[in-house]
């Protein structure tokens, strides 16, 4: 890795922060092409109602396509899309996209269901933000009910008031709001009374120890406790397991997303799930693939 010095000198350097930084400048200059290249895709894994299966609604994840890395993690690009001030372009195309989708797949008759898109932080925070979704909704004459929000916890913290206005403003529009990663940041539990969020997301982190510890399966049945006590909807992320299925349903979880039932899929994919309108698992033999 060869950086220029000076007058048309070079100097390697190998330091692993070096070829980070190397790497997320690939990935930023790719980033500007890649709209234009059509190589974002959007990918729906499907939220269930977890005693009747149902599929109650989806979450839009974004993919990049790039035609040279295999598979560059949205973690990655977002965070430098941020940086970059790409993620608008970026965010406007997934909201687009998505609502154009549930749109299209309502007109074709197909089960109707809302569809959830990811905002980042810096994003939600922005003036124009609610004005770009309205408009939206607006050209793809989508019922706003059928277009989900999903915020981090960690966002709302940074600007609070601002943020609980800007919740209020989307369900004033009738939009829904979900709070996604419960747990993961500080998390003061009382704030929850002032964002009036539609659901609650627990991370997956925590549902990954069920079965294996104690202390999260605790975390796991008070967070679901108070959000019911809250009258908010709750639903776990990164199911992927049947113990961690009954766990869910013996404390009254009443949604789930994960691999057990469905990876993110793509659009065609999805549509088929759709037209069944929900998903039967055979637990016994249930075995979720690894990642390819
Ligand atoms: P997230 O919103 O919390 O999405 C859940 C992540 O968990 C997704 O990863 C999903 O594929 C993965 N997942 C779902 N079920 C399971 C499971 O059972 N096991 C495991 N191991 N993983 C599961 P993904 O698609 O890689 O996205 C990662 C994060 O990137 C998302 O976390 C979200 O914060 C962000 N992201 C994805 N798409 C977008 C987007 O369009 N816009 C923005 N701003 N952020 C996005
Ligand atoms: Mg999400
Ligand atoms: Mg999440
Ligand atoms: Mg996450």
Redesign the pocket.
């Known amino acids: 890795l060869a950086k220029v010095e000076g007058k048309n000198q070079y100097k390697a350097y190998s330091s692993v922060k070096d070829i980070k930084t190397f790497k997320a400048f690939s990935i930023e200059n790719s980033l500007h092409k890649a709209m234009d290249m059509k190589e974002f895709e959007?990918?729906y894994?499907p939220k269930i109602d977890i005693h009747t299966n149902q599929i109650i609604g989806a979450?839009?994840?974004?993919r990049w396509n790039h035609p040279v890395w295999d598979l560059v993690?949205?973690?990655e690009f977002?965070s430098l899309a941020e940086d970059t001030g790409l993620?608008i372009p970026?965010?406007t195309w997934?909201k687009e996209t998505a609502c154009r989708q549930n749109k299209k797949w309502q007109e074709e008759g197909l089960k109707i269901v809302p569809i959830a898109?990811?905002?980042?932080a810096k994003?939600f925070m922005q003036k124009e933000f609610v004005k770009s979704i309205e408009r939206i909704l607006k050209d793809v004459q989508l019922d706003p009910q059928f277009l989900e929000i999903?915020i981090?916890e960690t966002s709302l913290m940074e600007n609070e008031e601002l943020a609980i206005e800007v919740i209020r403003q989307l369900s004033e529009l009738g939009l829904k709001v979900s709070l996604?990663?419960f747990g993961t940041g500080y998390s003061a539990l009382s704030y929850l009374k002032q964002f009036k969020v539609d659901t609650i997301?627990i991370d997956?982190t925590f549902i990954k120890e069920i079965g294996k510890n104690n202390q999260d399966e605790l975390i796991v049945k008070g967070i679901i406790n108070l959000i019911h006590s809250l009258n908010i909807n709750v639903i776990a992320?990164?199911?992927?397991t049947e113990d961690q299925l009954t766990f869910l349903r013996e404390h009254k979880c009443n949604q789930v997303?994960?691999?057990?039932y469905s990876?993110?899929v793509k659009a065609k994919e999805f549509k088929e799930l759709l037209k069944k309108g929900k998903i039967d698992i055979n637990l016994q033999n249930k075995k979720?693939i690894e990642d390819f």
Do not use: F, M
Request: aromatic share 6%.
């Open positions: 959007l990918y894994q979450e839009a994840l974004i993690s949205p973690k977002i993620i970026i965010g997934v898109v990811n905002i980042s994003r999903e981090t996604d990663d997301k997956s992320e990164g199911v992927e997303q994960g691999y057990l990876r993110p979720v």
